[in-house]
């Protein structure tokens, strides 16, 4: 027993011990409004007393007969009840401004933390789960610890006030209000402690709920969802969880309430056994009216102070719990959970190589699971290759080969498993990220669809030079999307998709036309990486936008993953992968002389044009 009651007691003081920084988290955000609060908590604990002494003077001037006491004291009342007025109304203010300020901040917060993280970290379901329960309740939890904080404060206040008051009358009064309070209280906690378990525990769910939700209502999904007839099917099996949900929402709630009642009635009890006790005191002449109106009322008040004091306990066990989501999230490590421990290793022999360099190289992704270091099936393994500047290169491979997982460790994006990618000499690792990825301007085959103006889809590409009007239009030229954007009303300040009013729905190919645009503006980049961007355009156009490739990457490193062979053949050299390995290199002639899985794939390619 006293080790269950040890493990509790552990338990709750590790959980509240969130409270400082979570106050320290609201200060911060604005340390004005953080004092106003204070200040009003202070007036609103001190006032109630002060009214009810009031009170008390009201009915013993009544009794005395006296009329000016009378008057004065409802005057005096009065005014307190006024005053308390002014400051519920000025509180409320305070702490809706502190709430929206600390909504903006904690959320500012957590998008900021996600701009550090790798891109193995969105890659991962944990991750995604942890990113739920942060994001869930960031912006209300914060300030109900504060509230709670103050909220109690305030409350033991008033309650020593009332307690004063009562121990005029009898010491008995401490353990009544003990009786009148403690039980709701301990309710309120312990299932305030079941419902967060609870929500956390189903937060894969929650996030299928908001992504059946996504499907349901978004533009992307809505041809195929109608053409397929998929909505009734989605839509039932958004019904069946969303059921699940309220049945267990509406079980909890229904015990909680059932508890949260027996245990008042206790209070209730409680209370009018010392209220009857005061009213016979009254009778045997032991007290005034007065008097008997002051003590039911201070004990009436008290027992709601003391209530509200293990109330704000129990509030604040919750909400900590909640906190620890938050900062759990915000206290990720910012290092990449692949291949993180490994250390960087030394500059190549030769200081002067220019290129890019893998050397024994293998990448494998995490399990399920998360787990960092890495236990699932090699992506790549055992990769060794030089690309020397200014070197074109094209990978082919069937899809899952490792071709996209082969550009990601290139632009620095994953840290391999094992071996090392050097950048003239240096590994990646050394580099500086900002540096790095000036060099290096790259366009997946999953490109963005930004639902913003023309001008910034394009110029993206490179922020310093959003409103550099002559390389936003060279960087359009360059990826074919000229003759879109002068058709367009509004030229580059259109809208793109459908999100927002008056905005302008683009087809595939005219989308990709755009992301080929935004690759180009890295004029500046010396690295050029493009990972199937053309796929979803004709093979003239594909044609065309690798004629000017290959003309603006001259004396420039170029990687490019096509399926379409006459694409591939215009590169200086061609690698084949196959299972995470390089099967085959060489250039399109020598490759096909080799009558290899190169060759192979050329002629499956070429039969279907005969």
């Known amino acids: 027993m006293a080790t269950r009651i040890g493990a509790a007691w552990e338990g709750v003081r590790g959980t509240l011990s969130h409270i400082p920084r979570t106050l320290s988290l609201v200060r911060t955000s604005s340390p004005a409004l953080t004092r106003g609060v204070g200040a009003f908590a202070l007036l609103n604990a001190v006032l109630p007393l002060l009214v009810v002494w009031a009170g008390k003077r009201i009915v013993d001037a009544v009794a005395a007969g006296d009329h000016e006491a009378t008057l004065y004291a409802v005057l005096l009342e009065a005014g307190l009840v006024l005053i308390a007025a002014a400051g519920n109304r000025g509180s409320a203010l305070v702490w809706q401004l502190l709430g929206a300020r600390l909504s903006v901040d904690i959320?500012?917060?957590?998008?900021?933390?996600?701009?550090?993280?790798?891109?193995?970290h969105f890659e991962d379901a944990t991750f995604y789960d942890q990113l739920s329960?942060?994001?869930?309740?960031?912006?209300s939890r914060p300030l109900a610890v504060v509230s709670s904080t103050f909220g109690l404060l305030?409350?033991?206040l008033g309650m020593v006030g009332f307690l004063g008051l009562l121990t005029q009358w009898s010491l008995w009064a401490l353990p009544g209000l003990l009786l009148a309070a403690l039980p709701s209280a301990w309710v309120e906690m312990k299932y305030g402690t079941r419902q967060f378990r609870l929500r956390n525990?189903?937060?894969?769910?929650?996030?299928?709920?908001?992504?059946?939700?996504?499907?349901?209502?978004n533009d992307h999904h809505a041809k195929e969802v109608q053409l397929f007839g998929l909505g009734e099917h989605l839509t039932g099996r958004y019904r069946t969880l969303a059921e699940s949900f309220y049945r267990e929402d509406r079980a909890l709630a229904t015990r909680r309430s059932f508890a949260a009642w027996g245990m008042s009635l206790l209070g209730t009890c409680a209370f009018y056994a010392c209220y009857a006790a005061m009213a016979?005191?009254?009778?045997?002449g032991g007290m005034t009216i007065g008097d008997l109106v002051l003590y039911a009322a201070a004990f009436r008040q008290g027992q709601q102070a003391f209530q509200s004091v293990l109330g704000a306990l129990g509030s604040m066990y919750e909400d900590n719990l909640y906190m620890s989501n938050l900062f759990a999230f915000l206290d990720?490590?910012?290092a990449a959970p692949?291949?993180?421990?490994a250390p960087v290793l030394p500059p190549a022999p030769d200081h002067e190589e220019k290129g890019l360099r893998f050397e024994g190289v293998g990448f494998r992704y995490p399990t399920s699971g998360g787990d960092p270091a890495g236990e699932g099936t090699w992506a790549l393994r055992g990769i060794d290759l030089f690309i020397p500047a200014g070197e074109s290169l094209a990978l082919v491979g069937h899809n899952g080969a490792g071709k996209t997982t082969f550009i990601k460790l290139l632009t620095g994006l994953y840290t391999p498993t094992e071996g090392v990618v050097r950048l003239d000499g240096r590994d990646l690792r050394a580099w500086d990220p900002a540096e790095l990825r000036a060099r290096i301007g790259v366009i997946f085959q999953d490109f963005n669809q930004y639902q913003f103006t023309a001008r910034e889809n394009v110029g993206f590409g490179s922020l310093a030079r959003l409103d550099d009007d002559a390389q936003v239009d060279r960087a359009i030229r360059q990826g074919g999307a000229d003759e879109l954007v002068r058709a367009w009303p509004e030229g580059l300040a259109t809208r793109l998709g459908r999100w927002f009013e008056k905005g302008l729905e683009l087809s595939g190919g005219q989308w990709q036309k755009i992301a080929l645009s935004r690759a180009f503006m890295r004029e500046q980049a010396d690295i050029l990486v493009l990972d199937e961007p053309t796929a979803a355009l004709d093979a003239n156009a594909e044609h065309q936008i690798f004629e000017r490739f290959r003309e603006l990457t001259r004396g420039r490193t170029s990687v490019l993953i096509s399926h379409r062979f006459p694409t591939v053949r215009m590169a200086d050299r061609i690698i084949v992968i196959e299972g995470g390995t390089i099967v085959e290199e060489g250039g399109h002639e020598e490759l096909m002389a080799q009558n290899g899985r190169y060759a192979s794939l050329f002629r499956v390619q070429a039969a279907g044009y005969l």
Do not use: F
Not at 134 to 139: I, N, V, W, Y
């Open 154 to 156: 305030q409350n033991m």
């Open 107 to 120: 959320n500012l917060g957590i998008l900021e933390k996600a701009r550090t993280l790798t891109l193995r």
């Open 338 to 341: 692949a291949g993180a421990g």
């Open 280 to 284: 016979l005191d009254a009778v045997r």
């Open 332 to 334: 990720l490590p910012i």
């Open 133 to 139: 329960r942060a994001r869930r309740e960031a912006s």
């Open 201 to 217: 525990w189903r937060a894969p769910e929650t996030r299928r709920l908001a992504y059946l939700e996504y499907v349901l209502a």
